[in-house]
């Protein structure tokens, strides 16, 4: 079969040193396991250039001043910040040509600065620049340069007085004597924020946050210090000395992050030199990745069907009403145990997990209370379980009592996202639960909360191998209500991310596989008692939902993981 092919990013940044770590992801393809590329441009005309092709759809994503990045989008501009690229502060330097009579900053106060373009850092950095000096930056004129280039020329021919630009890219016209610089003038925000337009957040979520972690992860840290130091003088042109006084001040965050009042200060200043007319909230500028449209209600499809079969096949064994076990429960197969293989699993949790009657586990996803069951029965032990639905939640209950573990397990009807617990838990599990939640990252740091130190958990989850179709996707998301599917790499960041260690992953690709093609074979050859059962509408949508599932596990596509994990001492 195919490849399915790779989705491509048309990503821009300035050809200047901060931009290293994409030069070497692209020259050791870095994301060749990936599911997604990137084309880069390099932008000479800086911010104000990227800020345009952003509007025309020209490019997807950018790396830019922070200052240029809110200024633009509180204009309207259709795109979101979607991470912190360089955490320091940008020093720039304040230049004029070396034959000129400016000697001293001072002496450029109703001077004419050079400019790449309206709105780029170089305008709104002059403004900045004006205020720290106390100078009326109402009277302040512009030359408009296009780029670096440009901007020489300007100088050199006398079209401007100064030009303002990053410290450490201009050093090398500085030394060479063309240049002189009068003064610095260092931002009083992080210097470089990361820019996408809404369309591709909404497509791409979880593949932007990839994406980040591998620039993070492998192409920052892809060579020593020392060589990297050494790569950049050679890449850019720039004095060794130079290079080394660069790299000690600049402080890299690469994630999807922003300081709690950068993006409010970053408007507050913008707005008194009235460069914008309004603030907006953080939430109008920044998307952290992990906030997509709220969840949709979870698939009727996949769930409230099962309350009605359940009674429906207890009815039928003659057990609607009275005392029950969990093996007739059991026995009921997928009605009862939701999750892949079954009771099987339940009996690794309690081994893996060591339960027994003085633990108390947290059932994240509780569901009609199957797995919690089987857990408390066999080990004794005291469980806690939390479901959002609250159908599921009120069969649950009733099970519960009528096979006497009403006072084993406790269950509450609610949403996880507003569970609040600190260090009470010895253990939690989470069987195929985290993919319907929208704020997967925060659910698992509300998990780590609720965990004693030294605790740890079980979580069984889909994960995605290769890009999905729209159609595949659209299957996951109506029928299984799996709206925040990502990769294994993804996961993983998340849980060291929560604070989670100890961390060991099974692979679940095969086994998995085989099951759910079993499932579907098994299915479809007692087609006549499944209608008869079912009825014609849901044993049809079943059997097409049973032979997708097939179908992507089989093609690669999707795949299964089990994770064990423990909250460190």
Known sequence: MPKSPKITFRIGG????????????????????????????????????????????????????????????????ATKIIGTYVLSPLTWGIHTHAESDFQNLSDLENGIFAISRYQSGS???SFVNAEQQGWDFGKIAFELVGNFEGAKKALKNGEADAFMWEKYTTQPTVKSGEWRRVGECITPWPAFVIVARQEIIEQHREYLKQLLQIILEKALPFYDAKA???????????????????????KWLCQPKILSDTLQLTQKKLLELGIIDEVLPNDKLFDDLELPQAAPELSPLMYHWRVDSLQKALAQKNKAQGVLTVKDLTDLGHL??????????????IKELDLNKEKYVLDIGSGIGGTARVLAEQSLCQIKGIELQKPLHELAQNLDERVGLKEQIELINADFMDFEASAIFDHFVSLMVFM???????????????????????????????PLTSDEQKVLTESVSAISLTSLEAYRQDLKDAGFGGLRFKIMNDPWQNWTQKRYEDFVKNEAAQKSFFGEEIYQKRRDFYETMAKLFKAGNLGGIRIYGKKPM
């Open 123 to 125: 305008h709104l950095m």
């Open 436 to 466: 319907h939640m929208p704020q997967r990252a925060k659910a698992l740091q509300i998990a780590h909360q609720a965990l004693k130190n030294n605790g740890s958990f079980w979580i069984e989850d889909l994960i995605i191998r290769r």
């Open 228 to 250: 990297t130091k050494a790569y950049i003088s050679q890449k850019y042109q720039l004095d060794l000395e130079d290079v080394e006084a660069w790299y000690a001040q600049t």
């Open 336 to 349: 009862d145990q939701y999750h892949y293989l079954g009771v099987a699993t339940c009996h690794e949790i």
């Open 14 to 77: 300035v050809p200047e040193h901060f931009n290293y770590p994409w030069k070497i992801a692209t020259e050791q393809k870095l994301l060749k396991d990936s599911p997604f590329e990137y084309q880069w441009t390099d932008y000479p005309g800086g911010t104000g250039a990227m800020c345009q092709d952003l509007r025309e759809q020209k490019l997807d994503i950018a790396l830019m001043l922070t200052e240029g990045a809110v200024a633009d989008i509180v204009r309207k501009s």
